[in-house]
């Protein structure tokens, strides 16, 4: 593959993820209303209030530090660029020898923090309580992160994340480890996604909600995406311009149902804020039964 | 002559002029006698800082050009003459302390601190350049002692009493060669082997205060920068004699011995990260974060030692170099924390998250200095502490598939343990971070603050901007660590020697493949221009408003900065985390409790106050005194 073909095929998953972003937002608000017995937004709905948002005023506060813009800014392009490191589509894309799980978490991380200290620069008590939630969930995702990195470094042998997905088409784990590491996923994307919404809905305004706002659901779609590589068929390398279409539509269908799941059991279950150490915890737990696993697996081989 | 020589004489000389002052000053800090007019503080301060500069440099130069030099002064003991050894390991360690220390004296407000300064230069030196085994117990002794002294502990007697159980281990180091024969590894499967290996592991554990030794929790006047210097650098002393006797001195490691690094390891920086993320002080956050670098390298260390026992040259040169770099970075993050901490305090009169609030408005180059150190501690990408861990992490990876299942096991369960550290570390950094900077002042002393002399900013900013470097450019960093391999580890020296050959399959496989910072940052770049130009085009331009104030009752005018109760504060952003943490992880139970020489410590400490800081001032100066004049009074091979 020419390194020309790997530049457009990163910067089509670009405009894909941050086109397909909002979408997939709205699905899930969907499929959370309509599990809670009422007809819900349109699919299109996170479109119209982004486009909203660009035409409204943006309000800074009197005591906000010049840190505040930076901060704002930077958890969206660490956002953004944690969401180029994740293949959708296929493999072998121009960012694919950077998309070390490990950094991705970090860029995560370090996006999320960077959304808390924005929310709390203007020393208000709404946003900083929304802020604290936002600061745990961040925290509390390391743990479960590294662990389930872990299992599928076990299972792969790299923590390379395109090299991880080819591996995994070729020969998948054992099915315990491998429901175990899809369990320990989907709790992590579930807790991530939970804590994030409301909180920033009271430290900004105009274009920095804009911003937040779609930081978070790209966020959503990232977990989506890593949750769908892990799901076979796995994304392959581009051969053909039919194995690209075939790879789109897999990818496309694979995250609308994890979506409509992810939506529908947001919707049933109450939420709560407490709720977010428990799914983080789940999370880790079920990483490490994959990696006890796998280790016990690999010395029986 | 080689430039290694040139820089041990350099660095024995910097050292001597550190300590002897520092020893002469003591007497006369303890009240003694009267201070004398030519160790009027800041001359001397000044004149450290220039010294320590210079050994750094002499330090790099070693690192670049390689060689050893080693030194047998005609002193100590009948048959055991005192012998000082310089090589790239040495010096990769020392660079940060002489960086600190010297960054730290010209930072100092008019140099108070020098004294206690230069006595932990001239003692760090002498215990990382130590080539035998008493120098080096004698070295570690001394500064577990000076270390205790210069932070005076929040629970005195606890602390003296670990105090001096810690000095007594430290001493390990010297009775190793009794213990077993020539080295700790001289035969490993003996049982006088395992006791020093034990001893010596408690050795490391004392100087790098984990456990089952107590925090370093210092309860620290305003501005003191020695005590905060002396925390942040207990977890390179203790780490540096745990990879001299652990690593370096055995030749062939059992796999055993990894299992007490990696768990008491990856326990102690989930512990330290905890108690970070619930102090209400920045200098018990410190403290923490000080705990929580040490466990990680003491998973580091137990990483190799497993490497090591499987005969996995390469994977142990993976690891080491992921603890250096680690430990490297921990040492200039914990600096840089301490600094500013100090700056904070002084400037803004208080020490308590509380009292504190809004300093980025007052202390820009402070609070901007203390992102980036805070930054780093909490291993966030494109930082210099991301570096070492991610080496850290892959080396732990490529033993989980190598070892055997309980090792594996064991590795895992580090691996969650460090996890869990990184994520409190993170929650703790952002909480210093923002209640201390962020938001509005809580007192009138924070919103009144002043900025931090001229040097203090300098220094600030050089040691940010180091650590700025490390995190884009790890590479930097690696290459310095690559001939600190070499020297430590017996198999290194031919991996680097097939590497000057031109065929370097060390120093290729231990790059930082896969994780490519520069790239990263010039993407994160290109995608914030996008985004600014967007949202500046495309979007209203912001407009200055008043806050909400949600809805609660306007402040009195005498609040002019509105209320700060209202606002998020240290326990609201700890919760509900504080609740939910194990209370064993906060608050480790210090080692020796209730034993009888704690309760003998106990009644001491029930003394007339003048009485017990009369004697507690005299026991350093009195000890040092005593060594000094037996290193320089026992002249080599009287015996003989």
Request: glycine share 10%.
């Amino acid at each position: 593959m020419s390194d020309a073909l790997a530049v457009l095929l990163l910067l089509v998953h670009a405009a894909l993820m941050l086109a397909a972003a909002p979408l997939v937002q709205g699905a899930v608000d969907r499929a959370a209303s309509l599990a809670q017995g009422r007809v819900g937004p349109p699919l299109l709905q996170p479109w119209r209030e982004l486009v909203r948002l660009s035409r409204k005023t943006t309000l800074v506060p009197g005591t906000a530090s010049p840190l505040r813009q930076p901060a704002l800014l930077a958890a969206s392009t660490l956002s953004i660029t944690a969401s180029l490191l994740v293949p959708s589509f296929c493999r072998g894309m121009a960012g694919a020898v950077l998309s070390d799980l490990v950094a991705v978490g970090g860029l995560l991380v370090a996006a999320r923090l960077a959304l808390v200290l924005a929310a709390l620069d203007d020393g208000e008590a709404s946003s900083g309580l929304g802020a604290g939630r936002l600061l745990h969930a961040a925290g509390l995702l390391q743990p479960g992160w590294l662990l389930l990195l872990a299992a599928l470094a076990l299972a792969t042998g790299t923590t390379n994340l395109d090299a991880m997905l080819g591996a995994l088409g070729e020969a998948l784990p054992p099915a315990g480890a491998a429901s175990l590491a899809l369990l320990a996923v989907l709790a992590l994307a579930l807790a991530d996604s939970e804590a994030a919404e409301t909180a920033t809905l009271d430290a900004f305004s105009g274009a920095d909600l804009l911003l937040a706002s779609h930081a978070a659901w790209l966020r959503r779609l990232l977990w989506l995406t890593l949750l769908a590589g892990l799901i076979p068929p796995a994304p392959g390398l581009p051969a053909s311009l039919f194995g690209l279409a075939e790879g789109l539509a897999a990818w496309a269908i694979k995250v609308l149902v994890l979506a409509i799941a992810l939506g529908a059991t947001q919707g049933l279950a109450r939420r709560t804020a407490l709720r977010v150490p428990a799914l983080m915890g789940l999370g880790a737990l079920g990483a490490l039964l994959a990696g006890c696993l796998l280790i016990a697996t690999q010395r029986a081989a | 002559m080689s430039v290694s020589a040139l820089a041990l004489i350099l660095l024995l000389t910097v050292g001597a002029l550190a300590g002897l002052p520092a020893l002469a000053g003591l007497p006369a800090l303890a009240g003694l006698l009267p201070r004398p007019r030519m160790l009027r503080p800041l001359p001397l301060a000044a004149g450290l800082a220039v010294l320590a500069g210079l050994a750094a440099a002499a330090c790099v130069a070693v690192l670049i050009v390689g060689g050893a030099a080693t030194l047998v002064l005609p002193l100590g003991l009948p048959g055991s003459p005192v012998g000082l050894t310089l090589d790239p390991f040495t010096s990769l360690l020392l660079l940060p302390i002489l960086l600190g220390i010297a960054a730290s004296l010209v930072a100092a407000p008019r140099g108070t601190a020098a004294a206690d300064l230069g006595a932990l230069l001239a003692l760090s030196v002498l215990l990382l350049l130590a080539a035998d085994a008493p120098t080096l117990g004698l070295a570690a002794v001394a500064t577990l002692l000076l270390l205790g002294r210069i932070a005076r502990p929040a629970r005195p007697v606890r602390a003296r009493a670990a105090l001096i159980v810690g000095a007594c281990l430290a001493a390990a180091p010297a009775l190793l060669p009794v213990l077993a024969g020539s080295t700790p590894a001289g035969d490993s499967n003996t049982a006088a082997c395992a006791a020093a290996y034990g001893l010596a592991l408690l050795a490391g554990l004392s100087l790098a205060a984990l456990p089952p030794f107590g925090v370093a929790l210092p309860s620290l006047p305003p501005g003191s920068v020695a005590p905060a210097i002396a925390v942040s650098l207990r977890p390179l002393l203790g780490s540096a004699v745990l990879l001299r006797l652990l690593v370096a001195n055995a030749a062939a490691p059992p796999a055993w011995w990894c299992a007490a690094p990696l768990a008491i390891g990856a326990v102690a920086a989930a512990s330290g990260a905890a108690i970070a993320l619930v102090e209400i002080r920045l200098d018990r956050i410190s403290a923490g974060l000080a705990r929580q670098a040490a466990g990680a390298t003491l998973v580091g260390v137990g990483l190799t030692l497993l490497a090591r026992a499987s005969d996995l040259p390469l994977l142990a040169a993976l690891a080491l170099a992921g603890t250096l770099l680690q430990l490297i970075a921990a040492t200039l993050g914990l600096l840089l924390l301490a600094l500013a901490d100090a700056a904070i305090a002084s400037e803004a009169g208080s020490q308590r998250l509380d009292r504190l609030g809004g300093l980025i408005h007052r202390l820009p180059g402070t609070a901007w200095g203390l992102l980036v150190g805070l930054a780093s501690l909490a291993a966030l990408p494109l930082t210099a502490g991301f570096a070492g861990a991610w080496l850290l992490l892959q080396a732990a990876l490529a033993a989980m598939r190598a070892a055997g299942p309980a090792s594996a096991l064991l590795v895992l369960l580090s691996v969650a343990g460090l996890g869990a550290a990184a994520g409190f570390s993170a929650i703790a950094a952002t909480r210093l971070f923002a209640v201390t900077c962020l938001g509005r002042p809580r007192s009138p002393r924070a919103a009144a603050a002043t900025l931090p002399p001229l040097p203090t900013r300098l220094t600030l900013a050089a040691l940010a901007s180091l650590l700025g470097l490390l995190g884009l450019a790890p590479s930097l960093g690696l290459r310095l660590v690559v001939p600190a391999l070499a020297a430590v580890l017996p198999e290194g020296r031919s991996l680097l020697a097939d590497g000057r050959q031109g065929a370097r399959p060390d120093v290729a496989s231990l790059d930082m493949v896969g994780f490519a910072p520069l790239l990263l940052c010039g993407a994160a770049l290109v995608i914030a221009v996008l985004l600014r130009w967007l949202v500046r085009s495309r979007c209203r331009q912001p407009a200055e408003a008043e806050v909400w104030d949600g809805g609660f009752a306007r402040p009195p005018p005498w609040l002019p900065f509105g209320d700060p109760a209202l606002q998020a504060n240290a326990a609201s952003l700890a919760w509900p985390l504080a609740e939910i943490l194990p209370r064993w992880l906060i608050r480790l139970p210090i080692w020796p409790r209730a034993s009888p020489l704690a309760r003998r410590f106990r009644r001491l400490a029930r003394r007339p106050p003048q009485a017990s800081r009369h004697s507690g001032r005299l026991v350093l100066p009195a000890l040092l005194i005593a060594a000094l004049a037996w290193l320089w009074l026992a002249p080599a091979g009287a015996g003989r």
